[in-house]
DNA sequence: AAGATCACTTGATATTTATCAAGCCGGCAG
DNA sequence: CTGCCGGCTTGATAAATATCAAGTGATCTT
């Protein structure tokens, strides 16, 4: 197996701090496993052996309770998943499955807490990461909890926006039916919803959206930089 | 100002592993507040300067967005909160008020950030602490999106009957206008939803509750260690 | 003790969201 | 090329949830 993955790794903030010594120990025990698209790597109630590193593909975090399911979150290269449940040493709480053909590390939990104790910036790293991931899901209750469906797909679209550069068309970086499910909703209500927002500029083909009035949707979505600003 | 709270604070997990030292240079740079009821101590979007810990009384955090309020937690002694946003020094996504005539320790960021790279014990218990409360979120965000109204609640009461020892009776630890809002829908919803589930032998008196048999709303609520276990 | 206030409840209604059942359409296999 | 399949859409309907408007009962205040 190539090393070539290394520097990727090395550049994650995650990695870049610690002691070259350290980060080569972590990836002296890894492993990089390719997975076909739509296996399912991850089933909630598992325990964590493993931390995961997305380094190609992208890979989906999904729940499911009294046969209904959703979707949590998707995970595009490079960053890292399921870091609580590896520091906690506790179980799943989230199922995964790779939505294309990905390639994913493997640092065995045990090595990356013994690490922890011994690396200093390390332990600083893993809990600025830990930090930002509770913030988003706290973002994410507020979003559900706090707006309609219609409120978080025009807010949705807007970060799009801005995440794929900030010009007026831009192109849905996951399939629909995925993407009701992350916001919360059926995947009919979905296209309902994208029909409503006509009303404010937005307009839809296919996997495409093109926003005609940032502005005008913005009066509408009223986005805010503690629910929709993932950066902080 | 007495020293008093020193022992209990010192038997949070949070702070009973690190070095006796260090202990005392964050006691001797924070100090206690009391504060009357309804309060907001804490309004969303400041800058994080302190972290906070509840002595006595009880604090709750709730988000506001577009004229709407919901909230996130009930925080009871003796337990820190907004420990992410001190970490990263970013702002506070959560407002925070008192329920009750409160005591609360504030100890300054930078202090708890500058003993987190000095004491290896602290840093460690500083991450299981973080993660633990990641972990709560999702599990609340695995409630709202998976469940109707009237599962969460039949949850929260299993729950609630669990913490407080068991029995067939108990009382609501809140106002029931602020359980509606903890567990998502209106006052309104959350009265009906009470009458709905005395087909599953739940009967309420004012703040009590007395469920039949456990087993009866089991069938219905469909609890599950990854949504309703918080010690885990 | 009388009046005011507030949490809670109840009923009627409106809105939001989900479900069910087709139908459309583009990609893909044979 | 043709037919099938899956994602997407649409319409009709049902269920869940919110809103509005009273009304009740307890507590607090004066």
């Known amino acids: 197996m190539t090393e070539s993955y290394y520097p990727d790794v090395r550049a994650l903030h995650l990695f870049s701090e610690m002691a070259d010594e350290h980060f080569e120990a972590l990836m002296r025990v890894s492993y990089v496993q390719t997975f076909p698209p739509q296996i399912e790597m991850i089933t909630e109630g598992d325990s964590s052996d493993f931390l995961h590193i997305v380094l190609s593909g992208a890979v989906e975090q999904f729940c499911t309770w009294n046969g209904r399911e959703t979707i949590m979150s998707t995970i ?19 199922s995964a499955r790779t939505l294309e053909k990905s390639r994913i590390a493997l640092i065995p939990s045990q090595d990356v807490r013994a690490v922890f104790d011994a690396d200093g910036q390390f332990a600083r790293a893993i809990v600025t990461e830990l930090a930002q991931c509770y913030r988003s899901v706290v973002k994410a209750q507020k979003d559900i909890k706090l707006r309609t469906s219609l409120e978080r797909l025009a807010n949705y679209l807007l970060r799009q926006q801005r995440y794929s550069g900030g010009g007026q068309g831009f192109d849905l970086p996951i399939e629909k039916r995925r993407l009701a499910l992350l916001l919360g909703m059926t995947p009919e209500n979905l296209s309902r919803a994208f029909k409503a927002l006509q009303a404010y500029g937005v307009t839809v083909d296919g996997a495409g959206v093109h926003i005609r009035d940032r502005e005008d949707l913005e009066r509408f979505a ?4 503690l629910i929709d600003d993932y950066s902080s």
Chains 1, 2 share one sequence.
């Open 76 to 94: 595009r290269p490079i960053s890292t998943f399921i870091l609580a449940a590896t520091i906690k040493d506790a179980p799943y709480l989230m």
């Open 222 to 225: 009223k986005p805010s930089a």
